[in-house]
């Protein structure tokens, strides 16, 4: 699959051309349901991440409170844990704002052909103004 670089190469992979109408509404249509999904899952994730970074946190503080002796390790442990989980988060944010950029951007190219009146402001981020 080739790189598309402008709204006019995007709008051509439709049959029939720029104005083959009912495939591109029902592409909005699709990237739009996509693009929600995408948001839904972004909020689902971050509960996960935030779960097992309070259960670090708190495994943290628990050992802390302790001060055994040999605690040095788990208290280590836990910490480790604690930093993979919020570089995983970091690393799962960063992809999924990726994706979401990508169907926002398809929804603001094939909205502006159908919604002209009601899509007036432009993302700074969009690549294919």
């Known amino acids: 699959m080739s790189v598309l670089r ?3 190469d995007y709008l051509k992979q439709f049959d029939g051309g720029v104005t083959s109408d009912t495939r591109q509404v ?3 249509r699709q990237a739009h349901a996509i693009r929600m999904l995408e948001i839904e ?11 097992f970074i309070a259960a670090a ?5 628990v050992l802390q409170q302790k001060a055994l ?11 480790c844990l604690g930093f993979i989980f919020s570089l995983a988060w970091y690393l799962v944010n960063r992809g999924s704002k990726s994706w979401q950029r ?3 951007a398809q929804v603001d190219v094939l909205a502006r052909l159908r ?4 899509r007036g402001l432009r993302s ?6």
């Open 57 to 61: 946190l708190a495994g943290y503080f």
């Open 26 to 28: 029902e592409a909005l």
């Open 102 to 104: 990508n169907w926002e």
């Open 41 to 51: 899952l972004y909020w689902k994730r971050a509960a996960y991440f935030w779960t």
């Open 6 to 8: 402008s709204r006019s």
């Open 115 to 118: 919604l002209k009146p009601t």
């Open 124 to 129: 700074p981020q969009t690549a294919w103004a």
């Open 69 to 79: 002796v040999d605690s040095f390790d788990s208290t280590y442990i836990v910490t």
